[in-house]
DNA sequence: CTCCGGATTCGT
DNA sequence: CGAATCCGGAGT
């Protein structure tokens, strides 16, 4: 299972986005591994698009944001709920892809149709925010398996309405049919 | 320092 | 449809 380069991460966002479903996103804690097929996304672009951290700058929280690919940014929603993207595009762009959901494949205790519940499935929280993802014990891999053939759909995102015409752009993807896809 | 609101989820 | 519940970010 080869681990997802740098290269593969510092690229045009909406393209890293795409090519990370059907990707195994992994979590190794306390000799417990933990691993889940990616089967919805959301692009955030950089610091323009309105609907990004990035957009309001370089703040503590969205430095990570900023910084090099391949990286984990991991923040608090309501207080209550963790998110996970994965830093894209070269260093100081701003971009980032939000995980929304996995299908289970290993280990998992728990719903995975959502970014939150995702992340608490996976034991993700704010610990793992800036973890580099080119490391042993949080990864992606590339499928194990062959490749198989999957339609895309594409959807404005979620949540985001405060962003005027931002909200209307269709950077929202899954995996068409995918059970595990937190809404259709 | 205070105040506001959120890339969500769950229960009514 | 409203509550839960914390903290980042903006303003004083």
Partial sequence: MPILTRAFYERDTELVA?????????RIEGGVERAGRIVEVEAYLGSHDKAAHSSRGMTDRTRVMFG???????YVIYGIHHCMNVVTE??????A????????????????????LLCKAMGIDR?????????????ITSDPLPAKRVR?????????????????????????????????
């Fill in 18 to 26: 795409r090519d990370l479903l059907g990707k195994v996103l992994v």
């Fill in 127 to 139: 610990r793992l925010d800036a973890h580099d993802l080119l490391s042993d014990d949080f990864f």
């Fill in 68 to 74: 090099p690919p391949g990286h984990a940014y991991v």
């Fill in 152 to 184: 895309v759909v594409k959807r404005p995102r979620i949540g985001v309405d405060y962003a005027g015409r931002w909200a209307k752009r269709l950077l929202r993807f899954y995996i068409a049919d995918n059970p595990n896809v937190s809404r259709k």
């Fill in 90 to 95: 070269p260093e100081g762009h701003g971009s």
């Fill in 97 to 116: 892809v939000l995980i929304r959901a996995l299908e289970p494949l290993s280990g998992i205790d728990g719903r995975t149709s959502g970014p939150g």
